[in-house]
Structure formats: structure tokens, C-alpha cells
């Protein structure tokens, strides 16, 4: 590691159906980060941007297009794309062109409209991010993939239907504590079994929706953090990772290679275990994405995350909380934005700023963010500055 890197500010907009331009979302987000920092535009050196369906707006090459609207056109943007993972993978970029002393200041933000789109449209757009050859271009949808996983998991290991409608209302009673959820309501596992089948054992309660909305930080390196005068916390561990494309490639499809490369990378940053970390923030685009998650980020043994969720294990302020924030399930999927949206939630508990939903005593988080079923994953450990 190069230089300390700290997040300095944060801000999004709500997660949902917006009405603003894609544009005008993502100012939104980066002016209440530059605004949370205490810094003004000018202060920052470079912008990250992350966007996945640009095309969908008629805007591609958007970091400049950001960054000339921000009233800094001379500032270097750049727009990175990795499917859902796309926020934490471009969150690592700005963390290390800072940590290697290229800028003292930039900004990470992450941006995403798709429910202007049809049904057909969005889908569609969304199965490009899979190996297209061999998945979507045959109609393997994403719900249809995690459905596959999914089984197999249930085939394989103590789990349930009815445990993965648990991690769907443990995420909807932690929505219902944001005011930025995209879906705030209060659900039973009886509701999620009832809802209907959208691609076996997955049913509707058990995905994610499509979510507009933008998120945006500061990231800075010490010297800029401490002159600044504002609360602060530090990014003390990243990894990224990488899977077959496929999910028919794996070896396995109960567990996800990215995942576990992408912590043991952040762990051994952090010098820190699983045992260490008060709360994360994983992908749950699906509820078995969630126990994958957990298993594959070391906090549980392969095959007992289910038990574990049965047993409020993960609840908030439980053995470990698993997305306090409402994660994708509640909060929302606003994909190029969903990587940094977990850096926001992040931030606003380690400096005491999230409300009924704060995990009590927090002082390491983690954030956990992938692409596609899992072919690119990042991971990032954070501290608490006391």
C-alpha cells in the first residue's frame, strides 16, 4: 500500500423510480458528497465515474459530461463498467490512484436509470452483462441462473425455501429503517412463499427490483482528510476477484470464486479475519446470493449460512448485521450505482449518521459488490476513526 486513503463524504439520492435525468441524478449524489466533505468542487482532482446502461439515456463517455456539469470540465473523468459490480470495481480505482499519490482528492460516483425502460428492454440490457454466448444469448436470464444456484444449494445443504424468504424479511424490516429503501415494505416469509414463482425455487419477494438512483464519496489521502475538519473514515483493506464467466464453467455453483479471492485479498490488506468485521454490506441481487455471500466472505462455514439466518445470526445488531442499509432486496439495485450506495451506508454508520438502523458499536465494516452471477467481484474493509 501507497498512502492512506480516506472517505471524507458521502451522498445519494433515493433509490426507486426517478423522474430526474440520469444527469441530473448523479449531480444530485456528487454535490451532497462534495457538500458532506466540506470541499467545493474545485477541490476535486479527478472523478470515477460507474454506469452500466448509459445507452439506454443516449449518454456513454459520461465522466466528462459529469464533470463538465459539476463546473470542473478541466477535471479527468473516467466511466467504468463491470456490470453490477461496477461501483465497488470503479471505488477501487479511485482508492488506488489515490493510495499510489496521483491525487489528493476525488470523486467516486456511481449512476444508474433503467426504470424509464420496458420490461423487454431492461431485461434484455441486463442479460448482456452474462457470458451472452453461452447464457443470455440462450435465454438464461439472471433469475433463471441464481434460480440454478439456488437448487443446487437447497440439494446440496440444511437450507430451505422458507430460509431464503428469511433473508428477504430480515432485508425489508432493515429497508423499512432507510429513508432511500426503494421497497419499505414489511414482509413474512408467508408473503415471500405466496408471491409468485418468477424462476424455481426463486420467487418474486426473493429478487431485487430494478431501481434508479445515484451515489456518490469523496475519497482523499490523510493530509487533505485531517485539514478538512470533518468526520473521516479509512479504507483499510481492498481485493477484487474473478470467476468463470459462465456459471456452467464452475466447478462448483454453490459458492463464488470472486468472492473469496476478492476478501482474502482485503483481509490480508487489513490484517484483519471475518471475526473482526461488525457489519457488511453483501450483494444480495437474489436471497440466495446473500447465503453464498456470507459463506464465501468467511463469516460462516460452507452449508450453515441458512442456519445461521434461521437463528437471527445476521439480523441488525445480531452476530454479524448483514446489510443494515436494506441491501439490493430492499434498498435497491440501481446497478452502476449499488457498489458505492454500500460506501454511503458505510460511511453514514461509522460517523454515526444512520439513524434507527445503526449497528451499535460499529467500528470495521466491510462492502461486498459483484458483477453478473459473480464473474468480477471487489471487496472493501473500512474504520472507524474514533
Known sequence: MGEKVYVLGAGSTKYGKLNESIIEIALNASRDAIDSAGITPKDVKAGYISNVFGVADKQVH??????????????????IESACGSGSVMFREAFANVSAGFYDCVLALGVEKVTHTSTVESTTLFSYCSDFFYEGGNG??????????ARA???????????LARVAVKNHENGLLNP???????ITVEDVLKSPVVASP????????FSDGASAVILCNEEFAKKSGNPYIEVIGSGRGASPASVQSRKDITTIPSTVEAS???????NLTPKDIDFV???????IAELIDIEDLGFFPKGSAAQAVREGRTRLNGEISVNPSG???????????????QVVEVFEQLTNRAGERTVKDAEIAMTHNFGATGASAAVHIFKKIK
Open 62 to 79: 459520461m465522466a466528462p459530461v459529469i464533470m463538465s456539469n459539476l463546473g470542473i470540465p478541466d477535471v479527468p473523468g473516467l466511466t
Open 140 to 149: 438464461a436470464s439472471f433469475p433463471g441462473l441464481f434460480g440454478s444456484m
Open 153 to 163: 444449494y437447497l440439494a446440496t445443504y440444511d437450507a430451505t425455501e422458507e430460509d
Open 180 to 186: 432511500k429503501a426503494h421497497v419499505k415494505k414489511k
Open 202 to 209: 426463486l420467487k418474486l419477494y426473493d429478487c431485487c427490483p
Open 264 to 270: 482474502r485479498q482485503a483481509y490480508k490488506m487489513a
Open 281 to 287: 454490506e453483501v450483494h444480495d441481487c437474489f436471497t
Open 327 to 341: 441491501g439490493l432486496k430492499s434498498k435497491g439495485h440501481p446497478i452502476g450505482a449499488t457498489g458505492v450506495g
